[in-house]
């Protein structure tokens, strides 16, 4: 999925992130994580020109949405995703998935993980779609309220078959209504 795909799809348009859309990332992440990241650490992770990958969703000028990933070698782990609550269920995460995978495929990964927490099923019924499994848990991952985090891993995401798997997710994007703006 390169951005002009990933600008079709739903009426979502994805662009890298800036430090001008800090406030309004910031703004998703109190709303959406009980231990939100700071500024500082938004400012220092784009600040790292290699290695990383962060965009915005867009619909129309707002942003709804955004995703973060980090690139090691064979290996990519999405550092951060998160969608404004009123888009939560409508495509707009998915959209930011597919892309991370695009990403992490054009930075020569053949695999994918993030951690999520116990309670949120609504993002592992997500990731699932995309074939991540657990692998592990992170006991008291989320400090504040001392909730567990799964480990969860998809391989082989340069695989034809999971092209194919990727190929059905966009259709069913492209099939939603497009977000009003």
Do not use: C
């Not at 406030?23 to 231990?35: M, S």
């Not at 290996?75 to 888009?87: D, L, N, Q, S, W």
């Not at 020569?108 to 699932?128: C, I, K, M």
Request: hydrophobic residues 45%; without cysteine; charged residues 20%.
């Amino acid at each position: 999925m390169v951005a002009e795909t990933a600008t079709a799809l739903g009426g979502v348009a994805l662009a890298p992130m800036h430090r001008r859309d800090l406030r309004a990332v910031l703004q998703i992440e109190k709303r959406v994580f009980p231990e939100p990241w700071s500024h500082t650490i938004f400012a220092s992770e784009l600040a790292l020109r290699h290695g990383r990958s962060y965009k915005v969703a867009r619909l129309g000028r707002r942003v709804v949405g955004y995703r973060g990933v980090m690139f090691s070698g064979e290996e990519a782990h999405v550092t951060t995703i998160a969608v404004a609550p009123e888009y939560h269920r409508r495509g707009v995460a998915t959209v930011l998935l597919l892309d991370a995978v695009a990403s992490s495929i054009e930075a020569g990964a053949n695999q994918l993980s993030l951690e999520v927490a116990f309670s949120n099923h609504g993002a592992q019924a997500l990731y699932r779609s995309f074939g991540f499994a657990p692998v592990g848990v992170r006991k008291g991952y989320y400090q504040l309220t001392g909730e567990d985090a799964y480990v969860m891993f998809v391989r082989e995401i340069d695989s034809p078959a999971y092209a194919a798997r990727l190929a059905d997710i966009e259709a069913q994007v492209r099939a939603r209504p497009a977000l009003a703006r």
